[in-house]
């Protein structure tokens, strides 16, 4: 604990004990005659602090603070962004032509938030993201988040790593900082990319911007992003061999399947750890999107893949129908069914469970076209089941007819 000056607390009781005498001495003087009734001061309002004087005092004359062992200290100074004149700015790793990756550890005075950069950007990228730029011309991508604390940890990547508030009075903030920077590589990269139709299977209405593509190594490492509409984050693990039943899978072609990894944190920025044989960012509007982003990732060799194994007989696979799934929301994850898409062979069967209290239908078809006649199971109550025996290959879609937000797909080899 810091120890206050003691020279500011002994002036600190002189007022009061002046005061206090002051009072006594007026007591004391008072005519002792009829005592007659003096009108009441009226009370004043004030918002301003009595002891501000006695605080600003102590602030002034408090020792600074013991900087940790390994960590640095910084004040902040006028951020100098066009547009940002009233904001602070505490510059931790300056722009560079490589990539920073690492983990920043901080505790400043105040709650601060936290920014890399991505570029400088090429005439026409800025594109609806969020931009800095220091002169109006030089632009970079902006990759901002406000955890509103002012002490924590952040994983980052980016060309620049800083930290910043939007008052005009400076902070001071410690730090430390582990860090590699990295030359640009096949795996170490900063761009801007527009996104392409989804090319995934039953993702056609969907967007995908390609960061680092499908491998038989392994990639694992941090991505910075920064979008013109908030996205989702994608990685792939595969091509899996038949027998394997991820919750979630994407495929190109109906043939070769990868288990998905998809998050949504709802948000246009932001960092994301992350480790597959493929990575993308996504969402499931039909119009395209611009991303700027920092990645920085290394390579593993992938493990061999086993042989799919001569199946066994045929396979009963569950898809689960979630409880909640009576109110629009589930389709923008895309969780109506669980898993919403499943992979099987001839012969397999697919069994629906209705853990919902509502009930449900699934019926082959789409809520556009309505029902194809392939199967259907009627009203489907809560805690009922339904199945299906798949005797031919081929793509089947399904939908509830009560609650036509809920789609799922089943493909069968």
Request: hydrophobic share 40%.
């Given at each position: 604990?810091?120890?206050?000056d003691?020279?500011?607390?002994?002036?600190?009781?002189g007022?009061?004990?002046?005061?206090?005498?002051?009072?006594?001495?007026?007591?004391?003087?008072?005519?002792?005659?009829?005592?007659?009734?003096?009108?009441?001061?009226p009370?004043?309002?004030?918002?301003?602090?009595?002891?501000?004087?006695?605080?600003?005092?102590?602030?002034?004359?408090?020792?600074?603070?013991?900087?940790?062992?390994?960590?640095?200290?910084?004040?902040?100074?006028?951020?100098?962004?066009?547009?940002?004149?009233?904001?602070?700015?505490?510059?931790?790793?300056?722009?560079?032509?490589?990539?920073?990756?690492?983990?920043?550890?901080?505790?400043?005075?105040?709650p601060?938030?936290?920014v890399?950069?991505?570029?400088?950007?090429?005439?026409?990228?800025?594109?609806?993201?969020?931009?800095?730029?220091?002169?109006?011309?030089?632009?970079?991508?902006?990759?901002?988040?406000?955890?509103?604390?002012?002490?924590?940890?952040?994983?980052?990547?980016?060309?620049?790593?800083?930290?910043?508030?939007?008052?005009?009075?400076?902070?001071?903030?410690?730090?430390?900082v582990?860090?590699?920077e990295?030359?640009?590589?096949?795996?170490?990269?900063?761009?801007?990319?527009?996104?392409?139709?989804?090319?995934?299977?039953?993702?056609?209405?969907?967007?995908?911007?390609?960061?680092?593509?499908?491998?038989?190594?392994?990639?694992?490492?941090?991505?910075?992003?920064?979008?013109?509409?908030?996205?989702?984050?994608?990685?792939?693990?595969?091509?899996?061999?038949?027998?394997?039943?991820?919750?979630?899978?994407?495929?190109?072609?109906?043939?070769?399947?990868?288990?998905l990894?998809?998050?949504?944190?709802?948000?246009?920025?932001?960092?994301?750890?992350?480790?597959?044989?493929?990575?993308?960012?996504h969402?499931?509007?039909?119009?395209?999107?611009?991303?700027?982003?920092?990645?920085?990732?290394?390579?593993?060799?992938?493990?061999?893949?086993?042989?799919?194994?001569?199946?066994?007989?045929?396979?009963?696979?569950?898809?689960?129908?979630?409880?909640?799934?009576?109110?629009?929301?589930?389709?923008?994850?895309?969780?109506?069914?669980?898993?919403?898409?499943?992979?099987?062979n001839?012969?397999?069967?697919?069994?629906?469970?209705?853990?919902?209290?509502?009930?449900?239908?699934?019926?082959?078809?789409?809520?556009?076209?309505?029902?194809?006649?392939?199967f259907?199971?009627?009203?489907?109550?809560?805690?009922?089941?339904?199945?299906?025996?798949?005797?031919?290959?081929?793509?089947?879609?399904?939908?509830?007819?009560?609650?036509?937000?809920?789609?799922?797909?089943?493909?069968?080899?």
């Open positions: 604990m810091a120890t206050i003691k020279a500011a607390i002994a002036w600190s009781i007022i009061v004990a002046v005061a206090v005498g002051i009072a006594l001495t007026g007591a004391g003087g008072q005519n002792l005659g009829a005592p007659t009734s003096a009108p009441a001061a009370a004043m309002e004030t918002s301003e602090d009595p002891y501000a004087d006695v605080t600003a005092k102590v602030k002034e004359t408090a020792p600074e603070k013991t900087l940790k062992s390994g960590w640095e200290r910084l004040t902040s100074s006028q951020d100098p962004g066009v547009g940002h004149e009233t904001h602070q700015l505490a510059i931790i790793l300056p722009p560079s032509d490589k990539v920073y990756s690492g983990s920043l550890s901080y505790d400043a005075s105040e601060i938030q936290l890399t950069l991505h570029g400088p950007l090429a005439s026409g990228e800025d594109n609806g993201q969020a931009i800095w730029t220091p002169d109006g011309t030089t632009k970079f991508a902006l990759t901002f988040v406000d955890p509103a604390k002012a002490r924590g940890d952040w994983d980052f990547a980016g060309n620049a790593l800083a930290v910043h508030t939007m008052n005009p009075t400076p902070f001071i903030v410690d730090y430390k582990d860090y590699t990295k030359a640009m590589s096949e795996t170490v990269a900063t761009a801007t990319i527009d996104s392409i139709q989804d090319p995934g299977v039953g993702h056609e209405t969907h967007q995908l911007a390609i960061i680092l593509p499908p491998s038989s190594d392994v990639y694992s490492g941090i991505l910075a992003y920064s979008a013109s509409e908030p996205i989702q984050l994608v990685s792939l693990d595969g091509p899996i061999s038949a027998d394997q039943k991820p919750e979630k899978t994407w495929t190109p072609d109906g043939e070769t399947i990868f288990a990894t998809f998050v949504d944190p709802k948000t246009a920025m932001g960092t994301w750890e992350f480790s597959g044989n493929a990575l993308a960012v969402t499931m509007n039909p119009t395209q999107f611009t991303v700027s982003y920092s990645v920085s990732a290394t390579t593993t060799p992938g493990k061999a893949m086993a042989a799919p194994a001569a199946p066994a007989g045929p396979q009963t696979v569950t898809v689960i129908v979630p409880a909640g799934t009576s109110v629009p929301g589930c389709e923008e994850t895309d969780e109506c069914y669980l898993p919403p898409s499943v992979t099987i001839v012969g397999d069967t697919v069994m629906w469970d209705n853990v919902d209290t509502a009930a449900h239908t699934v019926t082959s078809g789409t809520p556009a076209d309505g029902p194809d006649g392939e259907d199971s009627s009203l489907l109550m809560g805690g009922a089941q339904f199945e299906v025996t798949f005797d031919e290959s081929g793509s089947y879609d399904y939908f509830c007819m009560v609650h036509p937000w809920m789609v799922g797909e089943v493909q069968v080899n």
